[in-house]
């Protein structure tokens, strides 16, 4: 099969002229292939239904010595003007920074650890590949939150993913509270793709960064998700991690309290899942938002 077969074939429309119904998702949760790992049933079991679950991985000291180095990465003169770091629109503080696996060795070996990435293949049951990281800042008063979105819808349309077989982790690096930011899911909407209306313009990557507003379900379908299926919180003190489905539906509000909120970004794609050319967007997203180096991530 080519990859004009694949982009032909496409299960998971989107970017659409007008208003679709929802299609139910007839991929695997917790992939086939890898039976062993360090996820207990019970983790497995709640991504499985809810497309999401947390564990305590770092400690307070480790979490302080992964913020303190993506604090330094933000402070860096040299990045400033750089694709890779994101300001916020209104107060021009760093808002991301992606590819900071390959910017951070610290970073690069601490996703290279087994508890992480043999995570990571048991749930996607697979070898993977980074297809992206990044460090989201939140600053107290002025960090602005992100839209209601699934992960997939995007990188699907703009990056040319075929299935939802990827996963994120997220890493507190700050403690998250429910009153500075902290990032609310659909508990069960992972079961459902929510095909979106409007074409995906050629400059979309960079303002989408900013605040996204191409690749975003209508009011009226969040609304129904959540009457069916209500919201949950990640919440929890610095270290704490959350690993989510791609097609998970999340949002997080602005933060208008004095206290910061930071996480590190992971996401795993399976090697049997590479991208290929984006389904509805005119050309491919900078290889910083969306990797197409497809070699297996190798342990430390």
Same mark, same amino acid.
């Given at each position: 099969?080519?990859?004009?077969?694949?982009?032909?074939?496409?299960?998971?429309?989107?970017?659409?002229?007008?208003?679709?119904?929802?299609?139910?998702?007839?991929?695997?949760?917790?992939?086939?292939?890898?039976?062993?790992?360090?996820?207990?049933?019970?983790?497995?079991?709640?991504?499985?239904?809810?497309?999401?679950?947390?564990?305590?991985?770092?400690?307070?000291?480790?979490?302080?010595?992964?913020?303190?180095?993506?604090?330094?990465?933000?402070?860096?003169?040299?990045?400033?003007?750089?694709? %890779?770091?994101? *300001? +916020?629109?209104?107060?021009?503080? &760093?808002?991301?920074?992606?590819?900071?696996? =390959? !910017?951070? $060795?610290?970073?690069?070996?601490?996703?290279?650890?087994?508890?992480?990435?043999?995570?990571?293949?048991?749930?996607?049951?697979?070898?993977?590949?980074?297809?992206?990281?990044?460090?989201?800042?939140?600053?107290?008063?002025?960090?602005?939150?992100?839209?209601?979105?699934?992960?997939?819808?995007?990188?699907?349309?703009?990056?040319?993913?075929?299935?939802?077989?990827?996963?994120?982790?997220?890493?507190?690096?700050?403690?998250?509270?429910?009153?500075?930011?902290?990032?609310?899911?659909?508990?069960?909407?992972?079961?459902?793709?929510?095909?979106?209306?409007?074409?995906?313009?050629?400059?979309?990557? %960079?303002?989408? *960064? +900013?605040?996204?507003?191409?690749? &975003?379900?209508?009011?009226?379908?969040?609304? =129904? !998700?959540? $009457?069916?299926?209500?919201?949950?919180?990640?919440?929890?003190?610095?270290?704490?991690?959350?690993?989510?489905?791609?097609?998970?539906?999340?949002?997080?509000?602005?933060?208008?309290?004095?206290?910061?909120?930071?996480?590190?970004?992971?996401?795993?794609?399976?090697?049997?899942?590479?991208?290929?050319?984006?389904?509805?967007?005119?050309?491919?997203?900078?290889?910083?938002?969306?990797?197409?180096?497809?070699?297996?991530?190798?342990?430390?």
């Amino acid at each position: 099969m080519t990859v004009a077969d694949v982009v032909t074939t496409d299960r998971y429309p989107t970017r659409l002229r007008s208003a679709s119904s929802w299609i139910e998702r007839r991929d695997p949760v917790v992939w086939p292939g890898v039976r062993k790992g360090p996820a207990g049933p019970g983790e497995l079991a709640a991504h499985t239904t809810k497309g999401f679950h947390t564990q305590r991985l770092l400690g307070p000291e480790e979490a302080r010595r992964y913020r303190e180095e993506l604090y330094l990465l933000a402070a860096d003169s040299e990045l400033r003007g750089d694709g %890779r770091l994101v *300001l +916020e629109p209104d107060s021009r503080e &760093v808002r991301s920074i992606f590819a900071v696996h =390959r !910017l951070s $060795e610290a970073v690069a070996a601490l996703i290279r650890r087994p508890r992480i990435l043999d995570h990571a293949r048991q749930l996607l049951g697979s070898d993977v590949y980074v297809h992206q990281s990044r460090v989201n800042f939140m600053p107290g008063f002025t960090g602005s939150g992100f839209y209601w979105h699934s992960d997939f819808e995007s990188w699907h349309a703009e990056d040319g993913m075929p299935a939802p077989r990827a996963v994120s982790l997220s890493i507190s690096l700050t403690d998250n509270h429910p009153f500075n930011g902290g990032l609310m899911l659909v508990p069960g909407a992972h079961a459902t793709f929510v095909p979106c209306v409007g074409e995906t313009p050629e400059d979309n990557y %960079r303002s989408s *960064l +900013e605040r996204q507003r191409i690749g &975003v379900p209508a009011e009226e379908d969040i609304t =129904r !998700l959540v $009457e069916r299926h209500g919201i949950e919180q990640f919440t929890g003190p610095a270290g704490t991690a959350l690993w989510f489905d791609s097609n998970s539906m999340h949002a997080s509000g602005n933060n208008i309290t004095p206290y910061p909120r930071s996480n590190l970004f992971v996401v795993f794609n399976s090697v049997d899942n590479a991208l290929t050319e984006p389904y509805a967007a005119p050309g491919h997203r900078p290889e910083f938002v969306a990797a197409r180096d497809f070699a297996p991530l190798s342990r430390t």
